[in-house]
Structure formats: C-alpha cells, structure tokens
C-alpha cells in the first residue's frame, strides 16, 4: 500500500533563517504532489504543485519555494523566513493518468513556528 | 470558476443522534466530490467521493454522503454519531476540465463536535 512520509513533524525556527521540509511517498510511482499551507486549522492554501520530477507549478508568489529531485520526494524550502510564514505545512499525493476522481492523499503535516 | 462553500463553522450534536454536515458546490461540467476528515495535528484523511451513479455514497468510519444535482449539495451524514467523530470536516471539488495537475478545491471547513 502506499504511504506519505513527512518531517519534521515540528519545527521552530528564527526570522531568517533558511528552511527545508521534505516530503516522500512509498508504494506508488510517477504521482502527482502538492504542499498545502494550514493556517489557524482552518482551509488549506495551495502552495506548490508537481507533475513529475523537476515540474513545479506555483500557486502564490511568496517566500517558498519546492523542488522535486527524485520522482517520489517534494522539498519545500526558504532562504529567509518571515514571521506569516508560520503554519502547519502539509504534503499531499495523488495517482496521475488514472481518471479525474483520484482523491489526494496527505502527510501528517510539520508545524513550522517562526520566532 | 469551481467553489465549494461550508455555510456552518461549527456543528454541535448529541453521541447517538444523526449528524449532517453541509457542503454546496458550484462547478461547469460534472462534478467531483470528496469528503475529508482532519483530527487535531495530523493530515487530511479521505473519506468518501462522488463521481456519478448513486446519489448516496457511502465511506469509511460509518459516513455517508447524499448528492444532490438539484440543490448543487454533497452533504455528509451518519445515522448516529460517536464522540470519536468530533473533527474538522473539509468537502472538495476536484478542478473543472482536464489537467494532469488533479488540483481539488477545498471548502472553509466545519467542526464537529459530538458530546456525550
């Protein structure tokens, strides 16, 4: 069966400093992934999505960026971090080329609190 | 544009009554509906979706969901509610037209809280 691994599970970081969160998926091959920011555990903002290894689209201009180095792992990242950037962070996969009612499938998310 | 609304932040139920929690949608085309649940610090869980067929669809932990082409609503219920289920529950709509992103919509969200 497949599974999403992500870590850490939380974070806290200074105003500044850099930021790498990754994101890995088991079980499955070729899948489409997300990075969704949660805030106040409320709606999820989309951030980042990919359709293969190297393809990153961008939902919002921001502070973040991702990349995708191998075809099952997602890495969210910041050179600086601002304060908004707080949040809990959340990884998501879905099955590509296999019909358009694929539902998406999440990590247990990292807590980021910037100091 | 694809939207999905949650008109209720909270829903408050007694253990053992049904519970009914409300999603409307609007798409172009046929929707795609899903049903999400999210206890406190973990990720999104799913739950049941909607592609086409039956208008009851049913999922996991007891949940079932009714779709209504009419009222454009994809509300979820359960005949008798557990306090286990006091979470957040997100409905979502998968994006109109053919992408190979399969980016879904989510709604605001609603909690649930099941007292006993």
């Known amino acids: 069966s497949q599974t999403i691994h992500q870590w850490p599970a939380t974070l806290v970081q200074p105003v500044g400093s850099p930021l790498s969160l990754e994101c890995t998926v088991e079980g499955t091959s070729n899948p489409n992934l997300y990075w969704y920011r949660q805030a106040a555990g409320r709606g999820l903002q989309l951030l980042f999505y990919s359709i293969g290894i190297d393809q990153i689209s961008s939902e919002v201009p921001q502070n973040l960026s991702a990349s995708r180095p191998q075809d099952r792992q997602f890495i969210l990242s910041s050179k600086k971090l601002l304060l908004s950037d707080s949040g809990f962070y959340l990884c998501?996969?879905?099955?590509?080329?296999?019909?358009?009612?694929?539902?998406?499938?999440f990590g247990d998310g990292t807590r980021l609190s910037i100091l | 544009a694809q939207s999905v609304a949650q008109p209720e932040d909270q829903v408050n139920v007694a253990e053992g009554n049904p519970l009914t929690v409300k999603c409307t949608y609007s798409?172009?085309?046929?929707?795609?509906l899903f049903w999400y649940v999210q206890y406190p610090n973990r990720g999104l869980q799913f739950l049941l979706k909607y592609i086409t067929g039956d208008n009851l669809v049913k999922g996991s932990y007891g949940f079932e969901a009714e779709f209504n082409k009419s009222q454009t609503s994809f509300h979820l219920k359960k005949p008798s509610a557990l306090v286990s289920d006091s979470a957040l529950y997100f409905c979502?709509?998968?994006?109109?037209?053919?992408?190979?992103?399969?980016?879904?919509?989510f709604g605001s969200g609603t909690r649930l809280s099941i007292r006993p």
């Open positions: 998501a996969w879905a099955a590509r080329n296999r019909g358009q009612d694929q539902p998406q499938h």
């Open positions: 798409v172009s085309g046929n929707p795609y």
């Open positions: 979502a709509v998968r994006e109109s037209g053919y992408s190979s992103a399969s980016k879904i919509i």
